[in-house]
């Protein structure tokens, strides 16, 4: 396992929230929320909801609940050649790439010169990308979220988020904010500790969920038909995605784990759109 710098500074995004309406979804803010229904929600709304006049001994509850209901998930097979799991020294390898790539790596300024993106969404979708480059089948993939008010010496942000993936020790979080993989609880543990009101909220979603307000990956949200000058992300997701098509596993030391994937298979060599659509399909 590397060392590394641990850049607190770039947690997660500073978007601003959108919408100030909260609606009340819930029949006494129901907690063990389906994590396939959260993808087209936003989960500012929700935790809005749900942490209206409770206490942050009240929330710490609703979080513990949460982590119990991933602790208590075992992915079940949905292919013959896929993989339920990965070892943790995969996952730490693949920490290792997403802090080192040229791309995704949280020191990089090219896409977010002034710091006011973050990009934590946009590593979890590199990682979700490799995994599945990899050969881990989707049920076995996660995001996890951390929403609410968090402060870190002089930087004030909204919420966070990071790729969980299935593996020998259960679950483990891929997050370049820290030194290697870590448990859901240890991830849980640090970002509650930066919470300015005591009340931050711990969801876990499908893997295909994009942002906190938003639901699935599409072409639009990522730029992927428009020109760099017009994009937000400044071309961020499109030059990850051309990485992602075009790097073989094996350039990085990873090695696949679906027993019959070649390369014909695999999104190397496609075109962006045929990538696109075998990301899509995967993901259905």
């Known amino acids: 396992m590397k060392l590394r710098i641990v850049l607190l500074l770039l947690l997660g995004s500073t978007q601003v929230w959108a919408g100030n309406q909260c609606l009340n979804l819930f029949d006494d803010h129901q907690l063990l929320l389906d994590r396939k229904s959260l993808i087209e929600q936003d989960l500012s709304s929700i935790y809005m909801a749900e942490v209206a006049g409770k206490t942050p001994a009240e929330v710490a509850d609703m979080n513990l609940k949460t982590l119990a209901s991933i602790q208590q998930e075992v992915p079940f097979k949905t292919t013959s050649t896929r993989a339920v799991e990965i070892t943790e020294m995969a996952a730490d390898k693949l920490v290792d790439l997403t802090y080192e790539n040229p791309i995704v790596n949280p020191g990089n300024k090219k896409y977010d010169p002034n710091r006011n993106i973050g990009f934590c969404f946009g590593r979890a979708t590199f990682i979700h990308l490799m995994l599945l480059k990899m050969g881990v089948q989707k049920n076995s993939i996660r995001k996890i979220w951390a929403i609410g008010p968090m402060n870190t010496g002089d930087i004030n942000w909204r919420y966070h988020v990071a790729t969980m993936v299935y593996t020998k020790k259960g ?3 891929l997050d370049t904010n820290h030194g290697g993989p870590v448990s859901p609880q240890e991830w849980i543990a640090t970002y509650s500790k930066m919470s300015t009101d005591g009340k931050l909220r711990f969801y876990s979603s499908d893997a295909s969920k994009f942002a906190f307000m938003m639901g699935k990956y599409s072409r ?8 760099q000058e017009r994009d937000f992300y400044r071309g961020y997701f499109k030059d990850m995605m051309e990485w992602v098509r075009k790097r073989k596993l094996s350039e990085d030391g990873i090695v696949s ?3 019959d994937l070649t390369e014909k298979q695999s999104i190397l ?5 045929d990538m696109w659509r075998s990301v899509v399909e995967f993901l259905r």
């Open 171 to 173: 679950w483990l979080v």
């Open 220 to 227: 639009l949200q990522l730029g992927m038909d428009i020109n």
């Open 257 to 259: 784990v679906d027993k």
């Open 269 to 273: 060599n496609m075109t962006m759109s």
